[in-house]
C-alpha cells in the first residue's frame, strides 16, 4: 500500500496534474491571463456546466489523476482534511470576483482545494488563480489567504489581519507510516500538527510559541504596548489559541 500510496501521488497526481494543468501551457497561461475580462463584469461565478476553456481560466485543474490517487486515503486512518466534511465556502479569485456557496475539502496533506460542482463533480482547484477561502466553521468565520512569502501558493489559516501584521496558522497533515512489526502490521496513520507565525511590517516571517506568548514580541511596539496592557487589565490567560482569538476580537470591538 506504501508503494501504491507514494507512486500514485507523487508521480501521478502531482507530476501529471500539474503538467496537464500548466502544459495546455501557453493556452492556459492566456486563458488565465483573460480571466481578468471574464471577471471584471461578473461580481459572482458559479461553478455549474465548467467547459474546459472556462475551468482553466477560473483555475480547475485537470482532476483525475488526483482523484484517483487519494482513493489510497480510505486504508490510512486519521484524516488528511482540514474538516471532516465538506464545507459551504466563498472563493475569493486574485481579482476579486468571487465564486459562492461551493462545497470544498480541503486536503492538508497535498495542498490541494477539492471542489464540487452543482452536478455533483469533484475538481480540483489551481491555487494560483485564489488569493483567499472562507467558510463558518463550528459558528466561527475560517478565513483561509495567502500570507506567507516563503510559500506564495499555500493557503494558512488568518487568526488576526491588521495592516501588514498577520497573525496565521499552518495546519497540516504528516503521513506516519505503517511498519511490519514481527508477525504485525502497523496501520499507516495521518497525523495533524499546528504551528503558528507571524508576519511583521517588513514581510518576515516568525515562528511563535503560543504558551511562550512571544506573539506579540513580533509586532509593531506601539501595537504590542497595546495588547499587553489589555491583557493586564482584563486579566486575560493566554495558554490556547482560542484565549488569542477572543484577545484579538476584544481588541478590535474596542
Known amino acids: 500500500m506504501k508503494k501504491t500510496l507514494l507512486t500514485l501521488f507523487c508521480c501521478a497526481a502531482f507530476g501529471l496534474v500539474y503538467s496537464q494543468s500548466c502544459g495546455n501551457g501557453g493556452s492556459a497561461g492566456s486563458i488565465g491571463g ?4 471574464i471577471s471584471s463584469s461578473i461580481s459572482s461565478y ?11 481560466a477560473m483555475g480547475v485543474k485537470n482532476t483525475r489523476n488526483y482523484l484517483l ?3 489510497n486515503y480510505d486504508d490510512i486512518q486519521g484524516s ?6 465538506a464545507v459551504t465556502a466563498t472563493l475569493v479569485m486574485n481579482n476579486d470576483g468571487l465564486i459562492e456557496n461551493v462545497l470544498v475539502k480541503i486536503d492538508i496533506f497535498a495542498n490541494e482545494i477539492i471542489a464540487t460542482n452543482d452536478e455533483g463533480v469533484d475538481i480540483v482547484l489551481d491555487t494560483r488563480f485564489y488569493k483567499e477561502v472562507f467558510f463558518t466553521f463550528n459558528g466561527e468565520l475560517l478565513s483561509l489567504k495567502k500570507v506567507n512569502p516563503k510559500h506564495p501558493n499555500v493557503f494558512y489559516e488568518v487568526l488576526y489581519e491588521s495592516g501588514n501584521i498577520a497573525f496565521f496558522k499552518e495546519q497540516k497533515a504528516k503521513l506516519r507510516e505503517g511498519k511490519n512489526i514481527g508477525i504485525t502490521q502497523s496501520i499507516s496513520r495521518f497525523n495533524q500538527h499546528k504551528k503558528y507565525f507571524v508576519s511583521g511590517e517588513d514581510g ?3 515562528k511563535v510559541n503560543l504558551k511562550k506568548r512571544d506573539v506579540f514580541d513580533h509586532f509593531p511596539e506601539l501595537e504590542a ?6 491583557i493586564k487589565s482584563a486579566k486575560i490567560k493566554l495558554k490556547m489559541e482560542k484565549d488569542y482569538k477572543q484577545l484579538f476580537a476584544a481588541m478590535d470591538d474596542d
Not at 34 to 37: I, K, L, Y
Not at 46 to 56: A, I, Q, T, W
Not at 225 to 230: D, K, L, P, S, T
Open 34 to 37: 483573460s480571466a481578468g475580462s
Open 225 to 230: 504596548v497595546a495588547f499587553r496592557e489589555y
Open 80 to 85: 488528511p482534511f482540514l474538516t471532516k466534511d
Open 69 to 71: 490517487a487519494i482513493k
Open 46 to 56: 458559479s461553478l455549474r456546466g465548467f467547459s474546459s476553456d472556462l475551468g482553466r
Open 204 to 206: 518576515a516571517v516568525v
